[in-house]
């Protein structure tokens, strides 16, 4: 917890400076935090250590992120999604997994945390799932739901997504994660 702390007020400084460079991140706060420019952070493999052996690197990717920039992650929100810092790359694959989306479909993850909420929204996209579909489904029908995402294949076509079924219920609009107000566990690395 004093390394979290530690590195929070160095980023914070850093912040002052700048904001986030994803290269300038250490492997622990890689994933899942986003850069200055609005990019996704992503941890890879470097294959060209010194020794031979494979050491890690933080990358910016081509991902953009509309809603936030200069963030890293909380723990809160990677323990409540049940996400891991210490993947390398992101998939979609883990939407196969029912107890990985029983998390992310939680209300200590759907509900808090915006930024792990985007990413798995827009990978759900390209799979041609609409993630508000597949949490609402989740908790009924699980086992449907990992029938419907293997069959489903990349999406082919753009997807629609079916209108209001009443005046109260209203749908996201394609890219548009759900936004629900900062939380304390969830502020962004000050610029």
Not at 41 to 49: G, K, P, Q, V
Not at 74 to 102: H, M, N, W, Y
Not at 127 to 143: D, F, H, I
Not at 153 to 181: I, K, L, Q, R
Request: charge should be negative; hydrophobic fraction near 40%; include cysteine.
């Amino acid at each position: 917890m004093a390394l979290v702390l530690f590195l929070a007020f160095s980023f914070f400084l850093q912040g002052a400076l700048g904001g986030i460079i994803c290269e300038q991140l250490p492997i622990e706060l890689c994933s899942f935090s986003v850069s200055n420019s609005g990019k996704r952070c992503l941890l890879e493999n470097n294959f060209a250590a010194s020794d031979g052996t494979t050491a890690f690197q933080c990358k910016t990717s081509e991902v953009s992120v509309n809603i936030m920039h200069d963030w890293i992650e909380s723990d809160e929100c990677i323990s409540a999604c049940g996400v891991d810092r210490k993947a390398v790359g992101i998939s979609s694959d883990s939407l196969l997994q029912p107890q990985f989306t029983a998390k992310l479909c939680s209300n200590a993850c759907y509900q808090s945390c915006p930024n792990i909420v985007d990413l798995f929204f827009n990978m759900a996209l390209g799979e041609g799932v609409y993630l508000p579909s597949l949490c609402k489904e989740q908790g009924t029908n699980p086992r449907r739901v990992m029938t419907d995402i293997r069959s489903s294949g990349a999406a082919n076509s753009p997807v629609s997504c079916p209108g209001p079924a009443s005046s109260s219920e209203s749908y996201m609009t394609p890219g548009m994660a759900p936004m629900p107000p900062m939380t304390p566990g969830m502020a962004p690395v000050a610029v």
